[in-house]
């Protein structure tokens, strides 16, 4: 039977009363779950003996008020789909002033993973991210805790945060869960009309010929970025953001191609914002690199010659 709890001193009675050899699992969220966070719950079973997703819209995180004020709060279905996904232990639902009883005085800010890709844009974001992270690792204690690398520049922060605050847990990156079509399912997808739907496809189409044009040879980051820029500015409705080639630790920009890199973007589609990136590697890259990274192994393979998006 799953147990909603709203109140940190609760969670805290709770983990003093587990066994000393369960195994926590937490898997944050912001709620209006889909099948991407399925597959973090099903990782998160699979490892662990409990398991807590968390339900929170952190406003700290959000650089407009408007994108706070419209997010998806829909706690009933959430529960039901926690449920339906085998979160039969814990879930951990707080309002607003449980997490921030008072003005916020002391953040976490992770230095130099969050300064490109949305940090460039989203001023204050990843600071909100690193300090809600913080507060849910002190407040369920686990031992693992799940994200997925859909968000990857996230993921590369809470495992900096971790490693330098040494932190006692291990992060877990999941692969992104992909509709048919190649987008990558996100709570915010769900406000993008019929038609624009259709277009946010384009958004894998552009990465995976930025992933084919590196494994066919080429290493100038401009003439990717090029590439790219000419299939968006394709599609109607679509404003790019950014598009960039990062180190996959640092999150810093390449100069050239010379290892495995992310291919990072942020496109605007009417109101709605949405990103997406990939692993994109040189051929000829060891067998070890190929086994210890997860997208390779379970991510889509498709590669694209042309995409044209006409009207």
Request: hydrophobic share 40%; net charge neutral; aromatic share 8%.
């Amino acid at each position: 039977m799953t147990t909603i709890v709203h109140r940190i001193a609760e969670c805290h009675n709770i983990a003093a009363r587990l066994p000393r050899e369960a195994v926590i699992g937490l898997v944050p969220t912001m709620g209006a779950l889909h099948r991407g966070h399925g597959a973090l719950f099903e990782e998160a079973r699979r490892r662990c003996s409990v398991v807590v997703a968390s339900i929170f819209v952190n406003p700290i995180q959000f650089d407009q008020n408007s994108d706070y004020d419209f997010y998806p709060r829909v706690l009933k279905d959430d529960i039901a789909f926690c449920t339906a996904h085998g979160i039969d232990n814990y879930i951990f639902a707080p309002q607003e002033n449980e997490m921030y009883p008072g003005p916020q005085q002391v953040f976490v800010e992770v230095g130099e993973v969050s300064e490109h890709l949305c940090g460039r844009t989203r001023q204050g974001h990843f600071r909100g991210v690193a300090t809600v992270v913080l507060k849910l690792f002190q407040i369920v204690q686990p031992h693992l805790a799940f994200f997925g690398e859909k968000d990857y520049q996230q993921l590369a922060i809470v495992h900096r945060l971790v490693r330098d605050l040494n932190i006692p847990l291990k992060v877990v990156g999941v692969p992104t869960v992909r509709e048919s079509d190649g987008l990558a399912l996100s709570s915010r997808n769900r406000r993008l009309s019929p038609r624009q739907r259709v277009f946010a496809s384009c958004l894998y189409e552009a990465l995976l010929a930025a992933r084919q044009a590196i494994a066919c040879g080429e290493r100038s980051p401009a003439a990717v970025k090029a590439r790219v820029a000419e299939i968006l500015s394709s599609v109607p409705d679509i404003t790019l953001e950014y598009f960039d080639l990062v180190d996959p630790d640092t999150i810093q920009p390449v100069d050239v191609v010379n290892g495995p890199v992310r291919a990072a973007l942020a496109v605007w589609i009417g109101e709605t914002r949405l990103i997406d990136n990939v692993l994109c590697e040189p051929a000829g890259l060891p067998i070890e690199y190929r086994k210890n990274h997860s997208e390779l192994r379970h991510g889509p393979t498709k590669l694209v010659d042309h995409v044209s998006f006409g009207m």
